[in-house]
């Protein structure tokens, strides 16, 4: 079995602007490069990774890019394209394109002021561009509202694979009602078969991010692989956020006991091979991935 953390991030404030660091994210507001991962991803016998954009600018996408072409580890990319902008976006896409570490975009949809912007006639229109090169999107949200997006969007842009990311950040150790509201918008998403989900960032909706406990989380991993299976779940580790979390350590050995109960297969699909069928994953990346990591 491959493993494959399909939700990992790199940045570096002196190359790129990231605009929502700052102190009260202390212990990861500074650059945060791959080697500082690299020891927790050994241990957790993890093979390769999928970088995710965090800055809406092409600076982080070019760190990203710049750190995938110097730690074979790295398998894929997702990088940040101005969706809203067509013109632009197909140019930069017409260069992302020669590199086969991106597979992928995203947009920080939780920082825009404009909550329906990704339903906007301009983001529609690089949807589109995203689904004729063949690349996935990345659905980031602050909080399970957004999702109630996810099935207009699956049913305008048909050929885009979409995954959500973080489960669409559940109300981990909230209420009954809150735990209902989300599972209503997310089992929404869930009927449409191209969207798939990544069982990442799950931690306490609310206070402290390492507040959470594998049996609050426990409800909606169970929930999502009812509504989705496995074969639309993939694992991320949300590194660096989740040093902020209780450490990647913690939230691997969790997800690992959640996943127990399921066939060989079926945590073998959460752990890689859905990452690597929808994300398409260079063979030949991941070789090298696996090679490096053993």
């Given at each position: 079995m491959t493993v494959v953390d399909a939700h990992l991030h790199v940045w570096d404030p002196g190359?790129?602007?990231?605009?929502?660091?700052?102190?009260?994210?202390?212990?990861?507001?500074?650059a945060m490069r791959f080697h500082d991962a690299r020891p927790?991803?050994?241990?957790?016998?993890?093979?390769?990774?999928?970088?995710?954009?965090?800055?809406?600018?092409?600076?982080?996408?070019?760190?990203m890019l710049a750190t995938a072409a110097t730690h074979p580890e790295v398998a894929g990319v997702v990088a940040w394209v101005p969706l809203d902008d067509p013109d632009r976006a197909r140019a930069r896409l017409t260069v992302l394109g020669r590199d086969p570490h991106v597979v992928g975009v995203r947009t920080l949809l939780h920082e825009r002021p404009d909550?329906?912007?990704?339903?906007?006639?301009?983001?529609?229109?690089?949807l589109s561009l995203l689904a004729q090169a063949g690349l996935a999107f990345d659905y980031s949200t602050s909080s399970p509202a957004a999702l109630r997006h996810l099935p207009r969007l699956a049913a305008r842009h048909p050929a885009l694979r979409l995954v959500v990311d973080h489960l669409g950040k559940p109300p981990v150790g909230?209420?009954?009602?809150?735990?209902?509201?989300?599972h209503r918008l997310i089992a929404a998403a869930a009927k449409h078969p191209g969207v798939h989900a990544k069982l990442s960032g799950l931690y306490s909706a609310s206070g402290a991010l390492d507040a959470w406990t594998t049996?609050?989380?426990?409800?909606?991993?169970?929930?999502?692989?009812?509504?989705?299976?496995?074969?639309?779940?993939?694992?991320?580790?949300?590194?660096?956020?989740?040093?902020?979390?209780?450490?990647?350590?913690?939230?691997w050995e969790?997800?690992?006991e959640l996943l127990a109960p399921l066939a060989p297969d079926e945590r073998a699909a959460v752990l890689g091979s859905t990452a690597t069928r929808f994300y398409r994953l260079d063979p030949a990346l991941l070789n090298t991935a696996h090679d490096a990591a053993v």
């Open positions: 190359r790129a602007a990231y605009d929502w660091l700052g102190p009260a994210l202390s212990p990861v507001d500074r927790a991803l050994r241990t957790a016998g993890v093979d390769a990774v999928v970088l995710v954009q965090a800055a809406d600018n092409d600076a982080d996408t070019d760190l909550p329906e912007w990704i339903l906007g006639p301009g983001a529609g229109a690089g909230g209420g009954r009602e809150d735990r209902a509201e989300w049996d609050e989380v426990r409800p909606f991993v169970e929930d999502a692989l009812e509504l989705f299976g496995p074969e639309r779940l993939m694992y991320g580790g949300d590194w660096p956020i989740s040093l902020l979390a209780g450490g990647y350590a913690r939230t969790a997800m690992c």
